[in-house]
């Protein structure tokens, strides 16, 4: 098990704590782990997430929104954390609700429209074989 981080690393793990308060489990899981196993997988997955939620395009609210809404739409235990961060970040109680209502609408219509879809298309199939 690691005993120190290095530098990078450590600026890495620390951001977490600065945008949800504390460390959630699964990020402190994978620096406990993954800092031991394989620090550069580790270090390469956190410049992807620093380059995708340090945006210049979305503030910080603005982000943690979006992602609180895909997390949510996944069933993902972790939307609870960038919902504390988004309300960390200034977003109100009617701004998450709406997102929740956004995730709800995507997860629930999804299956309709895309299934509509196929059925649709195998429909059109069975009709041009037919005649």
């Known amino acids: 098990m690691a005993t120190s981080l290095p530098a ?78 988004a309300r960390r970040s200034g977003a109100t109680w009617e701004e998450l609700h709406k997102v929740m209502e956004l995730a709800a609408a995507v997860a629930t219509l999804g299956p309709f429209n895309n299934g509509s879809a196929l059925l649709n298309e195998l429909r059109n199939s069975e009709e041009k074989l037919s005649s």
Do not use: C, N, W
């Open 8 to 85: 990078d690393l450590t600026a890495f793990r620390d951001s977490y704590a600065d945008l949800f308060g504390s460390m959630p489990p699964l990020p402190a899981a994978k620096f406990e782990f993954s800092a031991d196993i394989d620090p550069q997988a580790l270090r390469l997955a956190e410049q992807l997430r620093a380059h995708a939620f340090d945006s210049d395009v979305f503030d910080t609210k603005a982000t943690q929104l979006i992602l609180f809404g895909m997390l949510l739409a996944q069933g993902a235990g972790a939307a609870k954390f960038h919902a504390i961060a």
